[in-house]
């Protein structure tokens, strides 16, 4: 090797003798995801939303409720947002998960009409199941937000032996 060559890298740890950490990955509590504007797409919502709320430890009554309410605004936003054989729209869900509420978002561009008709009862079932229901049409885009605080599980008391009954006690073999 020549002399105005440089050396060739080492590899070295680079804090020798301490392992490096391990960072966590955060979970954001998030998510969001975009479907076309098709009934054929509900059972995914259902299935999707659903799978989300069970792996961040919503309860079943819970998630059922926002489920529920998803579905719905999926629902319209395809019947009433878009018109019947309009293959270009789109409807994104967004559901965010923390310690104390879920919100769940659901947005199309779509064009409602000026005034809602009083055909269905789709509103109405959002608003009892859910806390807070906002739905707001500004810039072109229809977006309905639903609140739901946070249920929390109730654990049954630990069993201890002083709440032992006689009909408790197995039968001894004598």
Not at 21 to 30: A, E, F, N
Not at 99 to 111: E, K, N, P, R, T
Request: aromatic content about 4%; charged content about 25%; hydrophobic content about 40%.
């Amino acid at each position: 090797m020549p002399a105005s060559d440089p050396a060739p890298p080492t590899s070295r740890p680079i804090s020798p003798g301490r392992p490096r950490p391990q960072r966590k990955l955060r979970d954001t509590g998030v998510l969001t995801f975009i479907v076309p504007a098709d009934s054929d797409q509900l059972s995914l919502v259902r299935h999707r939303v659903s799978a989300w709320l069970a792996a961040h430890h919503v309860r079943v009554e819970q998630r059922r409720d926002v489920v529920a309410v998803v579905d719905e605004a999926v629902s319209n936003s395809i019947e009433h947002g878009y018109l019947e054989g309009d293959d270009c729209g789109l409807v994104a869900i967004t559901v965010h998960a923390n310690a104390d509420d879920i919100v769940a978002l659901v947005a199309d561009h779509g064009c409602w009409p000026a005034a809602p008709g009083t055909r269905g009862l789709g509103l109405t079932v959002i608003e009892e199941l859910a806390e807070d229901v906002e739905l707001s049409h500004d810039a072109g885009r229809t977006t309905l937000s639903a609140r739901f605080p946070r249920e929390r599980a109730t654990r049954p008391t630990a069993w201890a032996p002083e709440q032992r009954t006689p009909a408790d006690e197995p039968a001894r073999a004598r």
